[in-house]
């Protein structure tokens, strides 16, 4: 529930209704018995101390001042963060609050935010601090601190990191954790094998800037993604069975988007590794859907861009992960199978900048060979949008949130002893 809105504005009526609670009830609501374990179920793994959130909402100390805030925020469904349709698609880590949660909830806040008999309260729940995956098996840092001045446009920098694996390792864990989130926008972990030339002209350790965007996307093959930070971000998961795989002497390289936010600051990010205790059925990696020849022109309400990839062998649909900017206004995914038929994977209607959700498929999703994966975004950059930096410019391809992207991620799962390359082999926009 980050980023709580002070919002109090739905009279007593319609705020019982909406709850569906008698107002007799109303008094039996307390944080221990009732409350806390929604906010261990939804809440605490962002709000507690040195995560993401601004608040932390362990205790009933730190939470009761939060109440109306959290009452207006699970009313609107502003919080947890989560925009995907519920028409289209299922997912195992929908963050949405059920009913009775927003009840639950809700009530507490309009019965005087009762802390009630902490015997009744749950165990708290155990994290290992500074990870969201536990105790990583590996943890690669950024040797030195990164300097991010005070203002400016920071060019992305790429950091290379050695892993010092000397056997292959098979990852079903990965969170990547920046040093300083007021100026760290986004981190990925690229994984650059022991065969690839990309980037073997820099020393690792000292970040640098491509050459050029054909360098900064490894020469154009494909790449793996092992980790990602961003806001709303959540760590890889894969279940058992599945992992992404590690060769010995692989390296990781981190990009790295820092954004100046007026006073000077330091960062050294991290990228946390957890092993799969044995080698797995199958082997998950990351691809995507983009198009980079688009352009927004000034005041478009609703430019649409679409992309595509067709696999070109079997695969197992595992997540989705839609990527633009801040003109972005809402994505699709579907699937067109080699049958003619049409299905919508995923649908964002309400695109939101500031969460960059992954969404994993509650069950696996079969695709067979030559399934094209479409992906469809529209882009307001008209005045409308609050978030538009400059509703009077054309809009292209960028690096930076004042330019834009069109980016369809997605991760698909294949028998362990099949090579990525297989399936990705012809890409098309």
């Known amino acids: 529930m980050l980023r709580m809105t002070l919002a109090y504005g739905f009279a007593a009526a319609s705020a019982l209704a909406a709850s569906g609670l008698a107002a007799s009830a109303l008094a039996r609501v307390t944080f221990h018995k009732d409350v806390l374990p929604v906010l261990q179920k939804r809440c605490q793994t962002c709000h507690r101390p040195g995560e993401a959130a601004p608040m932390s909402f362990l205790s009933y100390g730190e939470t009761r001042p939060w109440a109306k805030a959290i009452r207006a925020a699970v009313l609107a469904k502003k919080m947890p963060p989560w925009f995907a ?9 929908d963050r949405s609050l059920s009913a009775r949660e927003i009840q639950t909830l809700a009530a507490w806040a309009e019965g005087g935010a009762v802390e009630g008999d902490s015997q009744s309260a749950p165990p708290p729940v155990e994290f290992v601090e500074g990870w969201a995956i536990g105790k990583p098996d590996l943890v690669i840092s950024m040797p030195d601190d990164y300097a991010v001045p005070a203002a400016g446009t920071i060019e992305y920098q790429y950091v290379i990191l050695p892993t010092g694996l000397t056997e292959d390792k098979w990852v079903r864990l990965a969170e990547a954790r920046p040093g300083n989130r007021a100026v760290t926008h986004h981190i990925i972990a690229f994984v650059r094998d022991p065969s690839s030339n990309w980037h073997r002209d820099q020393t690792p350790g000292v970040p640098f800037v491509p050459k050029s965007r054909k360098q900064s996307e490894g020469g154009g093959t494909l790449g793996e993604l092992i980790a990602g930070y961003a806001p709303g971000h959540q760590p890889l998961t894969l279940k058992p069975g599945q992992a992404k795989l590690l060769k010995a002497g692989s390296d990781l390289v981190f990009q790295m988007h820092y954004t100046s936010n007026g006073k000077a600051a330091t960062d050294r990010s991290s990228v946390g590794l957890v092993f799969a205790a044995e080698p797995p059925k199958e082997r998950v990696f990351t691809a995507n859907a983009l198009n980079t020849k688009f352009s927004s022109p000034a005041g478009a309400a609703a430019h649409r861009v679409d992309a595509q990839m067709t696999l ?3 695969a197992q649909l595992v997540t989705l992960m839609p990527h633009m900017h801040l003109r972005g206004k809402d994505f699709e995914y579907r699937a067109v199978y080699p049958t003619g038929e049409t299905e919508t994977l995923l649908r964002v209607p309400k695109w939101d900048f500031n969460w960059q959700v992954v ?3 509650d069950a696996p999703k079969t695709l067979p060979k030559g399934t094209r994966i479409e992906c469809t975004a529209h882009f307001d950059n008209s005045s409308n949008n609050p978030a538009n930096p400059d509703a009077g410019k054309e809009v292209k391809w ?7 992207m069109m980016i369809g991620w997605f991760d698909l799962a294949v028998s362990a002893d099949r090579k990525p390359s297989d399936v990705l082999r012809k890409k098309q926009l």
């Open 85 to 93: 349709d519920p028409h289209a698609g299922k997912f195992a880590n």
């Open 312 to 314: 070109q062998e079997d």
């Open 359 to 361: 969404y994993y498929l």
């Open 398 to 404: 960028g690096d930076q949130s004042w330019e834009e």
